[in-house]
């Protein structure tokens, strides 16, 4: 993998002169072309060995640049904030909007290549790490980021001769400590683990381009034409970019049942059972979320349903149980400007709450599957591969304690006139119901196929879907209540047990070490 | 993800009565079609839980269609012609040419999901089964296979019901064994294992399609209906499927350097040295074939080269060292009809060997990122991805003991000149020499670069490149043997160690077992 970016590349002083400035015009035509275009974004990663000059390019290319345009993002230690979010949360965060270049220094790759050297995991969570970057970045270049990913490389005697080199100028020794000798001597581990992720994380899309770090003037060239080549070869792309649709069609309805129409929507209970059963159950999620173990997890609660089926008040029934300062509501309508710049999952993992809390998403993730797929706001193969990436997302916040528990509530055709009618007619209701609102009821059984594909699709064992009945409010806002303090009470349940067990395992392997 | 397919559904025989003839009808034209059409293969892969109707739908589906264009391909247990090759070699072997359906009753699906029920195998290994398969499939669909997954499910409580009926009729008694009630117990452990499974292994475009098996008027119309809407979606398209060009360009030459021009190709050596030694390398490759040990592994020698650059004078030398019967060679050319109809792994794959034998490829699936390429007879993006499919493709064997050995001879342009002058004045050579010959040296630089990109993206730890320096004969000819017999060697000692380690990893697990 490193044979190329061994050798001793070279390009001279004044071949170097020659071509700066002309690769440095033609990249800022590139990046204000980029601009002015705004489809797509470029992503580009800076990995590789430590003193091949990724530092150095980084700041290159801000200066042959307008930097103005280039958000370079650092990753180092992850804070505090980041700590308590899902690994990938950070990466989310910086990802660029279309128009502009992300310069990530340091990424995604960093953190499991350096516990792998280190043998702090082991070689199935490395793999799983691997999977987990194909799955990423697999589903950025879908959404259109171009991605470059650069990979700097030394061989060992290169390494050598740098810090030999450096050591020997009393100007430069200074940067020369015990670390860098260190690091040295695990060259040929740290390689070995990083042969084996760059092949397996190199894929038609998303290659490793490896540079030759040695030569400042070579590496320069090397990363400024390949960016260039990148920029004018998508810009100068006539067709818009498009998947082909290589899915094939789900299966059809063939007889009238389905996981909505299995249900029984009227179901019935008396007003004072009600009030009683709702005090109870919101005196018990208020217990639950004052659990002093509840700062080991965080809870994701997710509300979709029919128009008006009465999201809005299951959800302020929830919130009347909780301490304010321990829950945050997102309603989730058309993406704004600054969202529609970003891959689509990016608008929600940029709330996800920090540990002990409550986040509640009026409406969701899936809308990608509900109205964008049932309106034509995406194309199929767009919408298709979003059940994959859908789970993948709620397996990384299941992997890092964050319970999520998803909610449709159902209501019949007839229900739902009654209701719109009923708020066209209350004065204080009139806002909440529009022309929008009838022509998705034009599209019932289209949305109805869509909730049961989704269903079926994204309920997962980490998390399943409860489908509520909900022509009867009552019975509605009780069974979210109490799905949701079950849900609760046994995951507090399972971090008792995974204390246990991992004191158990550390125990084990502390025996078995050696 | 078995929401739906858990649900009582039901067509009663009327209605079925009516849609049938319908259907077979529009399914044995699209049949037809296909087969006119010639441009894709059609793979179905039967899978779920037992008693759902998997068996009586492949049947239905040969008699629906005419079954002299279908190809059923049941895997039970492994044969000891597959135990000897990798585990995906028995899929490889039956994948069905363009214009036909295959029918898969049991897949590459099924041991891992039996193993780890059974807890045979760790959920590591279960996570890079699940890769492999994410791996295959995706390379399926990249060579336009329509691939359709259909999963049979029936709910524990559908499950018992069918045995408790199938015992109460005394026509059907005896199908029902101890087993089956067995299998029942085990019920809720194998939906256990196959949730995940479908989740992570249900992608955009190779979704799983859920069928309820329960009825089977209802699970029959599922599948040929999904079956006739995939194929009319796919034989209608008007447009050539093509994959949009979504990769960025490989980093530009800088210098004039490369691996290639790096090597010294000038290399000497006296007839009489190249005597000797090459007497002592075959005696030494001849013993290390006949050792023991070797029963337990296999090997895969690759060689590619510029034209004349004395492949078939070094594999001669390689073989003359080796028992007749312990040896194959395979010249690779342009692939004929049957090959063409197949994805561009299977022509190699076909030919792996057993245990305790070697296999030589005179050029290889390395056509595809050298020839191909560079003559445009594929796309960028799919020359691009075979490097990751190649890297999987290595990685298997070397999983299932292979050890494989590439070597790359390269001579100079003014050599190969020499030469090619050469075999056009002998006459016993003159056949060696084509027309095509002097075209492809016209690409030189396209094929060096081609080369280097080649070595750079494929040479790994398992299955590195050895470049040889190849103007004098002699010095080449030694360096191929030496190359291969220290790599056998060595092969052999890892047989040893791994031999001992795995004694050691039975012990300790005994030890720590309960």
């Known amino acids: 993998m490193f044979e190329s970016a061994s050798l001793a590349h070279h390009v001279n002083k004044a071949a170097y002169r020659r071509a700066e400035p002309k690769l440095r015009e033609a990249l800022l035509n590139a990046q204000y072309d980029l601009k002015q275009d705004g489809r797509f974004s470029v992503l580009i990663l800076i990995a590789g060995v430590e003193g091949a000059g990724k530092g150095e390019t980084v700041n290159l290319l801000n200066e042959w640049m307008d930097p103005r345009h280039i958000e370079v993002s650092?990753?180092?230690?992850?804070?505090?904030e980041e700590n308590e979010r899902p690994r990938l949360w950070r990466y989310w965060r910086a990802l660029p909007p279309k128009g502009k270049i992300g310069i990530f220094f340091g990424g995604w790759h960093t953190q499991?290549?350096?516990?792998?050297?280190?043998?702090?995991?082991?070689?199935?969570?490395?793999?799983?790490?691997?999977?987990?970057?194909?799955q990423l970045e697999r589903?950025?270049?879908?959404?259109?980021?171009l991605l470059l990913k650069f990979w700097f490389h030394l061989s060992k005697a290169q390494q050598k001769k740098r810090l030999r080199e450096l050591e020997a100028d009393p100007v430069t020794r200074w940067r020369v400590t015990r670390k860098d000798w260190d690091l040295f001597e695990q060259y040929d581990g740290y390689v070995g683990v990083c042969e084996p992720f760059v092949r397996k994380t190199s894929t038609g899309e998303a290659p490793w381009l490896m540079v030759a770090g040695a030569d400042p003037h070579y590496r320069s060239l090397t990363v400024g034409r390949t960016l260039l080549a990148a920029l004018r070869e998508r810009l100068d792309e006539k067709a818009v970019r498009r998947l082909p649709d290589r899915n094939p069609p789900l299966p059809p309805d063939v007889d009238r049942l389905n996981v909505i129409r299995a249900l029984n929507l009227d179901q019935t209970l008396p007003k004072k059972d009600y009030q009683k059963e709702l005090e109870?159950?919101?005196?018990?999620?208020?217990?639950l979320f004052r659990d002093p173990r509840m700062k080991q997890m965080a809870v994701v609660a997710v509300f979709e349903g029919n128009d008006a089926a009465g999201k809005g008040g299951a959800i302020r029934r929830v919130t009347r149980a909780l301490d304010a300062r321990s829950y945050q509501t997102?309603?989730?309508?058309?993406?704004?400007?600054?969202?529609?710049?970003?891959?689509?999952?990016?608008?929600?993992?940029?709330?996800?709450?920090?540990?002990?809390?409550?986040?509640?998403?009026?409406?969701?993730?899936?809308?990608?599957?509900?109205?964008?797929?049932?309106e034509g706001f995406c194309a199929e193969p767009d919408w298709m591969r979003a059940y994959a990436e859908i789970n993948d997302f709620e397996q990384q916040l299941a992997q890092h304690g964050i319970l999520v528990v998803k909610f449709w509530l159902a209501i019949s055709r007839e229900e739902q006139y009654r209701r719109f009618r009923e708020r066209e007619k209350v004065s204080f209701k009139r806002f909440k119901i529009t022309a929008e609102d009838w022509r998705n009821r034009k599209q019932w059984d289209n949305y109805e196929r869509a909730v049961c594909d989704m269903v079926d699709r994204t309920s997962t064992g980490g998390a399943p879907w409860t489908l509520v009945e909900a022509n009867n409010k009552y019975y509605a806002r009780l069974k979210v209540l109490r799905t949701l303090a079950d849900a609760v009470e046994a995951a507090l349940g399972r971090i008792d047990m995974a204390g246990k067990k991992n004191l158990e395992k550390k125990k084990g392997r502390k025996r078995g070490d050696r």
Chains 1, 2 share one sequence.
């Open 74 to 80: 650092g990753f180092a230690e992850p804070s505090d």
């Open 330 to 374: 997102v309603s989730v309508a058309a993406p704004g400007e600054e969202e529609r710049a970003k891959p689509y999952l990016w608008r929600f993992w940029r709330h996800l709450p920090r540990r002990g809390r409550l986040l509640i998403f009026d409406r969701s993730w899936y809308g990608r599957v509900l109205v964008e797929r049932v």
């Open 280 to 287: 109870h159950q919101q005196d018990r999620l208020n217990r």
């Open 139 to 145: 589903m950025l270049v879908d959404e259109g980021v």
């Open 112 to 134: 499991p290549i350096v516990d792998r050297v280190a043998r702090r995991i082991s070689s199935g969570q490395f793999e799983s790490h691997i999977g987990e970057i194909l």
